[in-house]
């Protein structure tokens, strides 16, 4: 059983930057997709960022050109860098492991982003 852990949560003015981290307790083995997302108070979650074992990105139109997804398979790691945080940005961020067996959650940090 692969556990994921979020960090890096806090709360940023906006326009701020933020950085959020996501470990798997285990190697994550091949192949695989890791996926950033998000869910604001009454809203349902959704996808945010996503990128594969071979460095293949993806992002919301919402969030294309501030944020940023990457990894370190080494490190079983990956981030989201996230830029210009608006408050539509607030939310709790999840990140995901898509694989055999999968996928496996973490438990979610809390972005907060105040004007």
């Known amino acids: 059983q692969v556990q994921l852990m979020e960090a890096g949560g806090g709360q940023v003015q906006a326009g701020g930057p933020l950085s959020l981290s996501c470990a798997a307790s285990?190697?994550?083995?091949?192949?695989?997709?890791m996926e950033w997302h998000r869910q604001a108070p009454g809203k349902q979650r959704e996808l945010v960022a996503s990128i594969t074992r071979a460095g293949s990105t993806t992002y919301a139109d919402s969030v294309k050109g501030r944020f940023s997804v990457s990894r370190a398979n080494f490190r079983n790691t990956a981030w989201l860098q996230m830029n210009s945080l608006k408050q539509a940005d607030t939310g709790v961020y999840y990140c995901?492991?898509?694989?055999?067996?999968?996928?496996?959650w973490g438990q979610g940090t809390q972005v907060t982003v105040s004007s």
């Open positions: 995901a492991l898509y694989r055999v067996g999968g996928p496996y």
């Open positions: 285990t190697p994550i083995g091949s192949p695989n997709t």
